[in-house]
């Protein structure tokens, strides 16, 4: 089988979502690897590594979807909201796509997809199983995003991070405050402690605590009710605009006495909770900064706008977009990784395995025959549930 590999077209991506070192491994799985000239050019990854290793470039990306019966890509129609609509008339009948399609977010796109007829799989899907977290591609962009997020902070931030004891007097640490502490939120506290900030950590769910007080950070507890905050997968759940208010409130003092605010406090499938009014934005010293790096599904600041930067009240809120393109080496190191991991479960002896056989293909499989066949996504997208046959 030929997995292909067309270069990201969505404007300023980077990421490939291939690298060099798993051509052998797909080999290995039966898989050879074609791949669009340059793909991998702007991460840092040449044509000429791609065919050291055995790959086949190819002049155009029409011949890489001819090519293929795999095609994969970092940002599939969907989650590619500018270009990726383009790739539509490429794809055919019982072609295999895999990768970003924001699943849950809009029935038209994910429509789109299935009437393109292909068996397409959303690395969003993927269960949060031990056996499939070497598949998790959302963790490895989420660990990157939180990283580069304090590294934008920093920039940013007209102080600088640790404590400083000089001849010229005593720099006190930045005070650092995260709002949800899921896999990006972690990596942000771990990096902003590396750089010698105090950091201070929130979220809705109370199991969090320990993760961010073994990071060296401190747990902001407010007194809320809580106890349904985490659904079966991890998740945070959404909760009622009552108990956002109250957050709010009960937020606002810890946000006025910081320095920068990181939030990432994302519910599947829904717009991002506004947990920063104007309000708490007035409340802040000037010169602090909010990065949101909820920013593209909507923010956590009032003010945010995904993708620019905005001075608001002496404060600079940034709303980031695709974070994780910014260090777009290690970003598609990792996720060809995750994927090489999927096809290697995905395939077997030449085939693709049926959903039935395995429940990691089966939650991450979005479209067949025509249809959006995934239930979770189904019901999100407010489409009606398909009667089983
Ligand atoms: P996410 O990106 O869905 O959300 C980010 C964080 O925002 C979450 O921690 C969430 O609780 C928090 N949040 C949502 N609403 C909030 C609010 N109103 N106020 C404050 N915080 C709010 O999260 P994620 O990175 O996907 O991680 C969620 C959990 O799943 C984590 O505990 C993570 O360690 C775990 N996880 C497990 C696996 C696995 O077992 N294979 C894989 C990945 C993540």
Redesign the pocket.
């Known amino acids: 089988m030929i997995v292909g590999v067309p270069k990201e077209n969505y404007p300023g991506e980077r990421r490939v979502a291939l690298t060099p070192v798993v051509v052998p491994m797909l080999a290995k799985a039966g898989l050879e690897v074609v791949i669009e000239a340059g793909a991998g050019e702007r991460a840092g990854y040449p044509d000429a590594h791609y065919q050291e290793k055995g790959a086949k470039i190819l002049a155009d990306r029409g011949a890489v979807f001819a090519q293929s019966d795999i095609v994969v890509q970092v940002l599939c129609h969907g989650a590619n909201d500018k270009t990726g609509a383009s790739d539509l008339p490429l794809m055919r009948k019982g072609q295999v796509l895999v990768g970003f399609m924001r699943p849950l977010a809009s029935a038209e796109t994910v429509q789109q997809i299935a009437q393109s007829g292909v068996s397409a799989y959303a690395v969003e899907l ?5 056996r ?2 070497s598949m ?1 591609a ?2 490895a962009m ?1 660990s990157i995003a939180g990283y580069k997020a304090v590294v934008a902070v920093a920039d940013e931030l007209p102080r600088i991070f640790p404590m400083m004891t000089t001849a010229a007097g005593t720099i006190t640490p930045s005070r650092i405050l995260i ?8 990596q942000a506290i771990a990096t902003a402690k590396r750089l010698g900030a105090v950091v201070s950590a ?4 109370p ?2 605590k320990e ?1 961010v007080q073994s990071l060296g950070g401190r747990f902001v507890e407010l007194p809320l009710e809580t106890g349904d ?2 659904d079966g ?4 759940k ?2 009622d605009e009552a ?2 208010a109250k ?1 709010r409130e009960l937020l606002g003092k810890v946000i006025a006495e910081s320095d920068a605010v990181i939030t ?5 499938g829904k717009k ?2 506004v ?1 920063v009014t104007e309000g708490m934005v007035k409340g802040m010293a000037p010169g602090s900064v909010i990065l949101d790096m ?1 920013a593209e599904r909507g923010g ?1 600041c009032e003010l945010t706008r995904a993708g620019e930067k905005v001075v608001a009240h002496g404060v600079t809120i940034v709303g980031p977009i695709n974070l994780a393109s910014s260090a777009p080496f290690h970003s598609s190191q990792v996720y060809a990784r995750t994927l090489t991991s999927f096809l290697a479960n995905l395939v077997k002896d030449g085939k693709v395995r049926l959903p039935e056989s395995d429940d990691i293909i089966r939650e991450t499989l979005l479209t067949q025959g025509g249809e959006v066949v995934n239930a979770r996504a189904r019901e999100a997208l407010g489409l009606p549930a398909l009667v089983a046959q």
Do not use: C
Not at 179 to 186: E, Q
Not at 202 to 205: A, G, P, S, T
């Open positions: 993927m269960p949060r199983t031990t499939a977290q998790d959302l963790s989420a709002i949800g502490v899921g896999v990006a939120g972690l929130y979220d809705v769910r199991a969090v993760q905050a985490q997968r991890g998740y945070a959404a909760q108990f956002y957050q990432t406090a994302v519910v599947p991002a909770p947990l909820a956590n």
